[in-house]
């Protein structure tokens, strides 16, 4: 059986409705008046519950006073930035500066004809590849740098297409064993342009087809020796590579590049060379002195 207790809480819903009976209802108001428990139960049915409050917002820190800066330190900083400014602009006008006299300098040799100009930028090139490979102990690599094509007509003009089938090769093997002659002497360490001299760059010859063939003055540093040489390059790559201040006219085994189509033809005459071959060879010799203006054509 249930308690008395039990019974009134079962009751106060309805006894807080008014929807129970009037015993019921004494019933339930006897035992509250004894029973605190039932008392409380009844006081949570019809008791205000408090609604929840909404936590307040934060407030927002007051972001401190700044430290006012003393006269001096704020002159101090308004100085840096523009000194800074002033550098900026400085670097600004001397870059200008680096850039633009190269091209003024190349403009006033271009309309001289004589020195670096825009018209041999690309012959210079080629040269300073050249030589670049040579410091760097890559004949073959130099090589490649090598205007075969200026020599290919002469030997066109002897030779037929057949014994000329190996000509790139043969021309590139000639001037590596010729090249070795740079590893006897220590090696190119170090080359340099000369930029101020007057005869430092300009148009020399050129070829039998009329190509231009420019001349560029070099201090080649071999072994523990400087030379002082001369660098010809058409705009297929280069012609001579020559040693010329001392003596001798520079060390033989240095200057041997600069025979290498020499050297190739004279073997390519001992394998295919005849009499009548020769006599052809030098009507030719004569037809282009002639064509050139050098030579008066006889008969």
């Known amino acids: 059986m249930k308690n008395k207790c039990e019974i009134v809480q079962d009751l106060l819903p309805l006894y807080v409705d008014g929807c129970c009976t009037q015993s019921s209802r004494e019933l339930v108001e006897e035992h509250l008046k004894e029973c605190s428990a039932c008392k409380q139960a009844w006081q949570a049915m019809t008791g205000d519950i408090p609604a929840p409050q909404e936590p307040e917002p934060e407030a927002e820190p007051v972001p401190a006073e700044p430290v006012p800066e003393e006269p001096e330190k704020k002159r101090e900083k308004t100085f840096r930035k523009g000194m800074k400014k002033i550098r900026r602009r400085w670097i600004a006008s001397l870059i200008v500066v680096i850039l633009l006299v190269p091209l003024v300098l190349l403009g006033i040799n271009q309309v001289r004809e004589t020195g ?103 201090a080649l540093t071999i072994g523990d020796m400087e030379y002082r040489a001369t660098v010809e390059a058409s705009k297929d790559g280069v012609v001579n590579c020559w040693i010329y201040d001392n003596p001798m006219g520079g060390p033989q085994q240095l200057n041997a590049i600069n025979l290498w189509e020499y050297t190739l033809w004279d073997e390519y005459e001992a394998r295919y060379d005849n009499e009548e071959r020769e006599a052809a060879y030098t009507a030719y010799v004569e037809q282009q002195a002639y064509e050139r203006g050098s030579a008066p054509k006889e008969g």
Do not use: H
């Open 116 to 218: 670096l100009c825009y018209t041999n930028l690309n012959e210079f090139y080629l040269a300073n590849a050249f030589l670049g490979k040579m410091k760097a102990g890559d004949y073959e690599g130099a090589a490649k740098y090598i205007d075969r094509e200026v020599r290919r007509g002469e030997f066109q003009a002897r030779f037929t297409e057949e014994e000329l089938e190996n000509y790139d090769q043969d021309a590139l093997d000639t001037f590596v064993a010729a090249a070795q002659g740079y590893a006897e002497m220590g090696g190119l360490s170090d080359y340099r342009f000369f930029w101020g001299g007057y005869g430092n760059a300009y148009q020399c010859s050129e070829s039998f087809d009329g190509v231009p063939i420019y001349q560029f003055e070099f």
